[in-house]
């Protein structure tokens, strides 16, 4: 198993920062990938930010040159660190893992509990 904690959401005015962090711990064997989903009132889940064992990122076209995802593979902890923040990345922010746990081949993906955003004009 694969526990999720997230924190750093909150309400800020359009043109600030927030910065999001995921921990995840549990029985881990390797992690293939970690990311930031959101979903806003009525609208489907979407990938906000993803980054690979590798080290490689990818972001939401929405996004890019705004928000930055990074890793800390020694606390498998990653951050999404959002800068000019716009009305329209008001979401519930989620926090995904992807990998292997200790004892068992399958490939498995956890999601955390959600964290709201909430950017105000």
């Known amino acids: 198993q694969v526990q999720l904690v997230e924190s750093g959401g909150g309400l800020v005015q359009a043109g600030g920062s927030l910065r999001l962090s995921c921990a995840a711990s549990g029985t881990i064997s390797s992690t293939t990938s970690m990311g930031w989903y959101r979903q806003a009132p009525g609208k489907q889940r979407e990938l906000v930010a993803a980054i690979i064992s590798g080290g490689s990122t990818t972001y939401v076209n929405s996004v890019k040159g705004r928000f930055t995802i990074s890793r800390d593979n020694a606390k498998n902890t990653v951050y999404l660190q959002m800068n000019s923040l716009k009305p329209e990345d008001t979401a519930v922010y989620y926090c995904?893992?992807?990998?292997?746990?200790?004892?068992?081949?399958?490939?498995?993906?956890?999601w955390g509990q959600g964290t709201q955003v909430t950017v105000s004009s």
């Open positions: 995904k893992w992807s990998g292997f746990i200790s004892g068992s081949y399958q490939y498995y993906d956890y």
